[in-house]
């Protein structure tokens, strides 16, 4: 006996045996050729096609999110194409496993805090004594709750984040600067007064802020920061089969390890 | 005592307190709102900054292997969303992971394979008469060795797979059609002749052919899908957020289980 | 120019040409053959080698939460073998990735909660009217904060988990009952009065109360179900490998997929 | 329009509202403290109970395997857990995913390797001079096919695997030495005359040899091999816990990372 089974809907990909239609479209004929990769991918996440306005800004963070050198994932992931070169997925998938709280999250945390703080606010200051004003608030409520203020502060760019003018300047230009980003840079101009010192705006934290704006859901902005990182990390993969040095970070650990008795 | 520690060269990303340098550009002053998101995956895959038509077939071919609805790794990575929602990463890690040998492999197999038979040829053929005797010589071979030929054969697309001559067209377009695009299309016409029977020039195959013609490693092709299908597994787990299915699959599983005697 | 690398200091395994030394111990002489594989994984979570009492409740405990049939983790473990049959540790990861807060996470919740109320609370009571008092305050706080109280319910197991009485059950005839089984007891008892409702003490979060009398650290309870998991999913994998069902789940959902127009 | 779902068979985990069933026995009343952790694995790759000498003879081998050091997949485990505390999870499974061909794909590749001669064999040679001939045969089968001998060689124990002995022993002490050992212990014998060097049978390769003498599926070694590396990378992760080293190797890469220009 076996119990009927329910349908399973999805707006994604389905095919016949002439066509392959994803997101409604006839995939070879309306989108190949025609749609850009970093196009389809905002597309896939929002179900609504971006403008060329909403791609332009979208992709230049992506780019700015896709790769920063020797992170501990980009590590991680040569380690494993060296343990297991002949499953390239593995290192890949290891990489973006480190796509956790701690480094990768600030640009999901930053949308989630500065979307919280609209919508408890409702409306929208109109000036920007009234962004300052909202932002203070907010700040002063992280610090009494002994949280801190996702997006701000970088360990190498102390005085400024170079990412973060150029996001802020694409959304302007591509007429998509919203409420995220101007309370985000409210945050920037005010939290001094609060914190008692200055931290700069970081890439990451403005990316969260102009993901909001573009509509993105805040459950998949993280994902869109390891869609860019996965980027990144095909390019550490890359560079590890023309150039390896995974080898030489595990010999240069293995070789200074010291066995501590324990206790 | 500790001892020296080697240097780690690489060329991708790179920061000081003011600039963050990646293959070799200005981040924030050259490459964000300037390059595409599949621009800068194709640079750091090659090293290469992609010309406009590079750009075109490799999107183009991006979008092709990016989703095809319910596959097992877009089932898996939707199961793992379920029973993980707070660990995003886990869940796409867990669809990449079933990019392996059987349902992801056949590009970089594809690729492999028409590459080894160029090599092996030296010169290539100047008429499509000898593309077609070099196809013939190379699936007789594969044959006599007990192999499947790659690229050959859909589960659904019986007649033709509407993203191969897609692809094809766009490589011609931007003047991208290289060998081995013109050996895959030879195998298209020559093996029923060997094989006994008609069958398709597969999506996945073509897709081998294009991105060995644009010059990407022949190790990197299985990275290159992986890139595409971590779009679409964003797009799944963005669908399951949405309007979630996987505790309907997972239901159906287990009401039907049945428990079979170890012997 | 390079600088000095730190050593790296571990109590783990360590090697020269004639011995492998693990946890201080010569391996080969003095573990292997002597020590079960369930006593070397308390020892290397805990540093500490578990007498036979200590063993036999944590290895229950193990078995306990080994398998639970067709869980969505089994699911995409074997999903995952059926894509990607060259690469076993890939399935065996994408089973582990699900090991999130939703279905892995009660164990490591429970515990944590029960030592949070024991720590606030100083004393341990000296009687079960003392147990019953410190839960019900406990369980008031929860509802207070509109959390759920962790360790109570099953979907399956309404009227009693079978695993929880042998649980305790061994803890007392191992003489390793402690505060965290009796205040789990205690909520057992006195829930109903607040909540309203009866509900089971589920085996997960007895395992979560007994490995925390065990001693074992909070932050390694969700570790240690997972390294029960790894069992359970090896044992899918396994089966898949016998008798394979991932294809037949796959083409159930395929099959039954119907497209949704987005909007 | 739905399809009629098929049966999904399992001989693994079951339960109704009273009982949960695991390989056909009560879990609760059967299992739980009275079958240790590493039988029940046994069990579930096998769908037999292990007799007490199987077990040991099984846990000596995962005990020989469960960790050693700091390994490239234990480095990986911890940088993952360094990104992203919160998802332990995926601190394990990166750790695993390491687990490929180049570093514990030995036992595998030595248990099919030495499964293939004695199948193409057929009768088991009865004195050691006919082991050694076999033995011979099949290295310099090997060696004509441009194949390494797999099991033979260590990088750091030159002059002999302190486990190789041990494994030897308890599958004498426990009546389970069979033909993979014997023809695994003639390779070690023999192979100096074929090869002109003298290699020790490392760990891996005998464990490979006394897991296919268990009767261990082929297709499953490499599993067996990752169930022990769990365990171990759960004592990585532990002691990443107490005393964090993951940070400094990543500051280490870091610091000393050098840019060369791509060309």
Redesign the interface.
Same mark, same amino acid.
């Given at each position: 006996m076996?119990?009927?089974?329910?349908?399973?809907?999805?707006?994604?990909?389905?095919?016949?045996?002439? &066509?392959? *239609?994803?997101?409604?479209q006839? $995939?070879?004929?309306d989108?190949?050729?025609k749609?850009?990769? =970093?196009e @389809? +991918?905002y597309w896939?996440?929002?179900?609504?096609r971006p403008t060329p306005r909403q791609s332009?800004l979208f992709?230049?963070v992506?780019?700015?999110l896709?790769?920063?050198?020797? &992170?501990? *994932?980009a590590?991680?992931a040569r $380690?494993?194409y060296?343990?297991?070169?002949?499953?390239?997925? =593995?290192? @890949? +998938?290891?990489g973006?496993?480190?796509?956790?709280?701690?480094?990768?999250g600030v640009t999901e945390d930053t949308g989630r805090f500065l979307a919280g703080v609209l919508a408890e606010a409702g409306e929208h200051p109109s000036d920007e004594a009234g962004w300052d004003a909202l932002a203070e608030r907010a700040i002063a409520a992280r610090k009494a709750a002994g949280l801190l203020v996702p997006g701000l502060g970088h360990p190498?760019?102390?005085?400024?984040d170079?990412?973060t003018?150029?996001?802020i300047?694409?959304a302007h230009e591509e007429d998509l600067y919203g409420p995220h980003l101007a309370l985000f840079e409210a945050v920037g101009r005010v939290h001094p007064r609060i914190l008692g010192r200055t931290l700069p705006l970081n890439g990451a934290g403005v990316s969260g802020a102009a993901l909001a704006d573009l509509g993105l859901?805040l459950?998949?902005l993280?994902?869109?920061v390891?869609?860019?990182r996965?980027?990144?990390l095909?390019?550490?993969?890359?560079?590890e089969?023309?150039?390896p040095?995974?080898?030489?970070?595990?010999l240069?650990?293995?070789?200074?390890?010291?066995?501590?008795?324990?206790?």
């Open positions: 076996t119990r009927p089974v329910p349908e399973f809907p999805t707006s994604l990909g389905t095919s016949d045996p002439t &066509t392959i *239609t994803l997101l409604g006839d $995939l070879a004929r989108l190949m050729g749609v850009s990769f =970093g @389809l +991918a896939l996440l929002t179900l609504q332009r992709e230049a992506l780019l700015g896709a790769d920063h050198g020797f &992170t501990p *994932t590590i991680a $380690l494993t060296l343990s297991a070169p002949d499953a390239i997925q =593995g290192a @890949l +998938a290891a973006l496993l480190g796509g956790g709280s701690r480094f990768l190498v760019h102390k005085e400024g170079p990412r003018p150029v996001i300047r694409i859901p459950e998949l993280r994902g869109t390891l869609l860019a996965c980027a990144g095909l390019g550490h993969i890359a560079e089969v023309r150039r040095m995974a080898n030489d970070v595990y240069t650990v293995d070789r200074n390890a010291t066995y501590v008795d324990p206790e």
